[in-house]
Every structure is written in structure tokens, then in C-alpha cells.
């Protein structure tokens, strides 16, 4: 990377032999080289401690033209300034309008997005509301559900019971019709065992369909 020093002493020998003073030839002028990163900063210093004005780089053009050429573009170029200057503070004062009209448009746009935000979380809210409330009937109707199919499986289990004796639910289970067991399937509880006789004594507190027999079964409820 090379230093300012040495970007500084190629600049100045660039400027004695009446070469353009360009990053591309301080580049090829330095031992190492260089990239536009590293050079670029030194060499606009240096263009300001020196005040350098870059010349028509004509090796046939005398130094006494070639200074005559550089006040007469430096005439021109203060001329020209003047209209410039004009003309940029009428485009400054467009700027400002066109600016204040921008701020304007972006704070109804501004806003809008809030209320549109308010608006959002508002529905955000009652969906959640809607959500929890539909969440809620369909656990009820699941319940509904359940208690109507374990009443026909009570009224099935009734009839299966005989007039005069009591079974145990190992024995009412596999006497169940082949529609019962798959309509179980729709429900959370399984139709064992267990759950058959959790569900009779339910009944029996109840006072539906069976009551309690004398040896662990269940008989018919009379009524």
C-alpha cells in the first residue's frame, strides 16, 4: 500500500514533466503500484495543498498559451456559475416544494398504515375470539356426540342383558354389534373392558338402564 509521502513526491513529478496528474498515471508511477482506493484520497489532497488546476496536456502548446487557456476557462467558468447559480436556487426551491409535498403524502400514508395496523390487530382479536369460541362448541358437540353414542351402547347393553341374570362387561363386550365397535372409533375413549364398566356404573348412579348385580356384573334394570 503506499503512503501519502510517496503519492505526494509522484504527483509533484508528474506536474514538472507536464504530465496529466490522473490516478491511473500516479498508478503506473509508483514502485508497487496502487488501487483507485488508496490512491484516490492522497491524490485529492494533494490537488488542494498544491491548488492544483489540471492543464491541456499539449506538450506543442507554449506555457504562456497554455496559461491564457486556463483564465479563459476560468472567465467562463465563473460566468457560468452565476447562471448556475440562478438556476439551482430555483431547482432548491422546486426541491423544497416537491419535499414538503413528499412529507405531506407520507404522513397520510403514515396514517393510513396506522389505522390500517389498529384495523389489523381489532380483526387479529376477534379472529382469536371466533377461534376460541369455535374451539369451544366443538369440544361441546364432541361431548354431545360422546354421551349419545354411549346411550345407545347402554340401550344395546339392556337388551343384551338377560331377564333373570347378570354379565360382566368381558362377557357383554364381544356381544356387541360389529356397528358399535366401529362407530367407537370416532370417539377419544376405546370400548374395552375398562371403559365398558366405568361407563355401566355411571348408569347405575344414575338409575338408566342397569344397576349393579351380586357378583361384579350387572343386570337388567326393570322400568
Not at 509533484?12 to 496529466?20: C, V
Not at 508511477?29 to 496502487?34: D, E, K, Q, S, Y
Not at 452565476?82 to 438556476?87: E, L, Q, S, Y
Not at 430555483?90 to 416544494?97: I, L, N, Q, T, V
Amino acid at each position: 500500500m503506499p503512503t501519502k509521502e510517496q503519492v505526494y513526491d509522484v504527483c509533484d513529478r508528474l506536474r514538472a514533466e507536464r504530465t496529466r496528474v490522473t490516478q491511473e498515471n500516479i498508478r503506473k508511477a509508483l514502485p508497487r503500484g496502487g488501487s483507485n482506493r488508496e490512491v484516490g484520497p492522497a491524490l485529492r489532497d494533494w490537488k488542494v495543498d498544491r491548488a492544483y488546476k489540471a492543464r491541456l496536456e499539449t506538450r506543442q502548446m507554449p506555457e504562456v498559451v497554455q496559461a491564457r487557456v486556463v483564465d479563459f476557462v476560468g472567465a467562463v467558468w465563473e460566468a457560468a456559475r452565476a447562471d448556475v447559480g440562478k438556476d439551482m436556487a430555483e431547482a432548491r426551491d422546486r426541491m423544497k416544494a416537491r419535499v414538503k409535498a413528499s412529507d405531506e403524502g407520507l404522513n397520510e400514508m403514515a396514517a393510513r398504515l396506522d389505522a390500517t395496523e389498529a384495523l389489523n390487530a381489532r380483526l387479529t382479536s376477534e379472529a382469536d375470539g371466533l377461534r376460541k369460541e369455535v374451539e369451544r362448541l366443538r369440544k361441546r358437540l364432541d361431548h354431545v356426540r360422546a354421551e349419545e353414542f354411549w346411550d345407545r351402547v347402554m340401550q344395546e347393553v339392556h337388551d343384551l342383558l338377560p331377564p333373570d341374570g347378570e354379565m360382566r362387561p368381558e362377557e357383554i363386550l364381544p356381544r356387541l354389534k360389529p356397528s358399535v365397535h366401529r362407530g367407537a372409533r370416532l370417539h377419544k375413549e376405546p370400548l374395552d373392558a375398562t371403559t365398558l364398566r366405568k361407563k355401566l356404573k355411571v348408569r347405575t348412579l344414575h338409575g338408566k338402564y342397569v344397576a349393579e348385580g351380586s357378583n361384579g356384573g350387572f343386570v337388567r334394570r326393570i322400568g
